[in-house]
């Protein structure tokens, strides 16, 4: 039973444009959710993240939507940057856990 | 300050054969995560600790076990490999305060012949 799914497994932006990237859950107990940010032989890191209390944390660039009716959030990258080419993993953890369920992962490509 | 580091980084075994896979880190973490990443799969937690001596199973623990016998260390074991294990392996740690905000080691890549 897979509890967090993003369903694109990949997505093309042309540089400087949007890229908006999703996520949806099924466990109504996950109330904090982070994006990974992951390139090719290297661990994930960590990139910005919202907890239930809020539908909106913006850093930079960067900003993610939770819509908890939907369970679904987003991750939008604007202006995307030929670095920004990543798989990027939706992760969720719920109160009192002491572990992240993630995604499946999507794999974002800027192009020039 | 490393972070967290991981080792090999590289490891092809034949099918039954045994090894152990290291993660350190040197962040004071209390907890340690070990996942397997395939594709399209994500990343499947298989056995993590919340502190020194302590270890819990994840999503995928069949045909692994763990030990932390120091804070900065979490060992992850395959007794018996099966080409089935072949994947990237991760560690993760992360500080009893910083909920759920894991710092990711720069994987092991395991092939299982």
Redesign the interface.
């Known amino acids: 039973d897979q509890q967090?799914k993003?369903n694109s497994?990949s997505l093309s932006v042309q540089e400087g444009r949007i890229s908006i990237l999703n996520c949806d859950y099924t466990n109504s107990m996950f109330d904090?959710f982070?994006w990974?940010k992951k390139y090719p032989?290297?661990?994930?890191?960590?990139l910005i993240?919202i907890s239930s209390i809020k539908d909106k944390n913006e850093d930079g660039r960067f900003t993610v939507f939770l819509n908890k009716s939907a369970k679904h959030l987003s991750l939008h990258i604007v202006p995307s940057q030929p670095g920004d080419s990543a798989v990027y993993?939706c992760?969720a953890?719920a109160q009192g856990?002491?572990?992240?369920?993630?995604?499946?992962?999507t794999r974002l490509t800027i192009n020039p | 300050n490393a972070g967290v580091t991981q080792t090999p980084k590289f490891r092809v075994l034949k099918t039954g054969q045994s090894m152990t896979l290291l993660c350190a880190q040197d962040m004071n973490h209390e907890y340690m995560y070990w996942y397997r990443q395939d594709p399209g799969m994500g990343l499947r937690l298989i056995h993590y600790s919340v502190g020194e001596g302590t270890t819990a199973k994840g999503e995928v623990p069949d045909g692994y076990n763990v030990s932390r016998l120091k804070k900065q260390n979490f060992l992850l074991g395959l007794e018996s490999a099966a080409p089935s294990q072949t994947s990237v392996y991760f560690c993760a740690s992360r500080g009893t305060y910083s909920y759920n905000e894991q710092f990711f080691g720069p994987g092991t890549r395991l092939t299982v012949l």
């Open positions: 967090v993003q497994p904090y982070l990974y032989a290297e661990g994930p890191t960590f993240s993993f992760a953890s856990a002491q572990k992240l369920v993630f995604g499946q992962g």
